[in-house]
């Protein structure tokens, strides 16, 4: 009889449970948040990206300038932190309390961002090859001038004919 006026009387009382997404939600102090990485603070060491476990974080890098780009995907991200626990530079990455980002919309999906991880390594490889191949060019380059060198000053301390 008591749990029938109880369901009666639940009737007419408010939900205990918050109506998420029509109203907001609790967020915790400790929530983790979405990565917010601030360039101007990275020194591009790649901790980051090697500390991640899901690889949700990977940089690219530019052929010919040698410049890494940051890429985050927060659909791979499984929020454990050990990216921003890793990073040596304060305040180049962190973890934050918003639950939603303006940038997340335009952000790969899953599919989208094995390519772009796949074309990211590629880019670094790319990089580390031309930089290889510039090095071996220039070190060809000094060799042949300092055997060009060394045969003319051969050349120049010939003893030349008495007449
Ligand atoms: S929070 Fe964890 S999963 Fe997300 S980017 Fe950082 S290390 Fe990777
Ligand atoms: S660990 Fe920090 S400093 Fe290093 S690349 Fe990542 S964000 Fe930049």
């Known amino acids: ?4 006026f109880n369901a009666i009387g639940n009737l007419f009382r408010k939900p205990v449970t918050t109506p998420f997404p029509a109203a907001p939600t609790y967020i915790p102090d400790d929530y983790r948040g979405l990565i917010v990485f601030e360039e101007s603070l ?3 060491c790649r ?15 530019d052929i010919e300038t040698g410049k890494q780009e940051y890429h985050y995907s927060p659909y791979v991200c ?3 932190q050990e990216c ?6 304060p305040g180049a990455l962190l973890q934050s309390a918003e639950p939603g980002h303006p ?8 599919n989208g961002w094995n390519k772009l991880f796949d074309d990211a390594l590629e880019s670094r490889a790319a990089y580390a090859a031309e930089k290889k191949r ?7 380059k000094k ?11 051969n050349e120049d301390n010939k003893p030349t004919d008495q007449v």
């Open 1 to 4: 009889m008591k749990s029938f």
């Open 42 to 44: 990275c020194i591009w």
């Open 47 to 61: 901790k980051c990206e090697m500390a991640c476990p899901p690889g949700a974080i990977v940089f690219s890098q």
């Open 78 to 80: 499984i929020y454990c």
């Open 84 to 89: 921003v626990r890793a990073c040596p530079a």
């Open 103 to 110: 940038g997340l919309k335009e952000q790969n999906l899953n």
């Open 134 to 140: 510039k090095q071996a060019e220039e070190k060809a």
């Open 143 to 153: 060799e042949a001038e300092a055997k060009a060198a060394a045969a003319k000053a």
